[in-house]
Nanobody
Framework: QVRLVESGGALVQPGGSLRLSCTAS????????MNWYRQATGKQRELVAN???????NYADSVKGRFTISRNNVYNTVSLQMNSLVPEDTAAYYC?????????WGRGTQVTVSS
């Protein structure tokens, strides 16, 4: 059974930082591209960043230079370091992987950027 569990969401002031983590189980983690998505209230879910099995990364234009995605294939985790947060980053953040012909999602972790 594939399971993704996110953690690290919180309330943070503008300009602050957070580090999100996602722990995966039930897959050969090192083989898969891992994705972080986010969904703000009333908006569509959007891709924030992803990292391939080889370590190549891709970012949404809105987070380039502020967010960094990384992975640890020993602990089966993918992390998202978020710096210089702005209110527009407020959203539920989800971990995602495409494996075995299906898409798997975590339950999400809430990030709120507000003073």
């Amino acid at each position: 059974q594939v399971r993704l569990v996110e953690s690290g969401g919180a309330l943070v002031q503008p300009g602050g930082s957070l580090r999100l983590s996602c722990t995966a189980s039930g897959i050969n983690f090192r083989l898969y591209t891992m994705n972080w998505y986010r969904q703000a209230t009333g908006k569509q879910r959007e891709l924030v960043a992803n990292i391939t099995s080889g370590g190549s990364t891709n970012y949404a234009d809105s987070v380039k230079g502020r967010f960094t995605i990384s992975r640890n294939n020993v602990y089966n985790t993918v992390s998202l370091q978020m710096n210089s947060l702005v209110p527009e980053d407020t959203a539920a953040y989800y971990c995602n992987v495409g494996a075995r012909g299906s898409l798997f999602w975590g339950r999400g972790t809430q990030v709120t950027v507000s003073s």
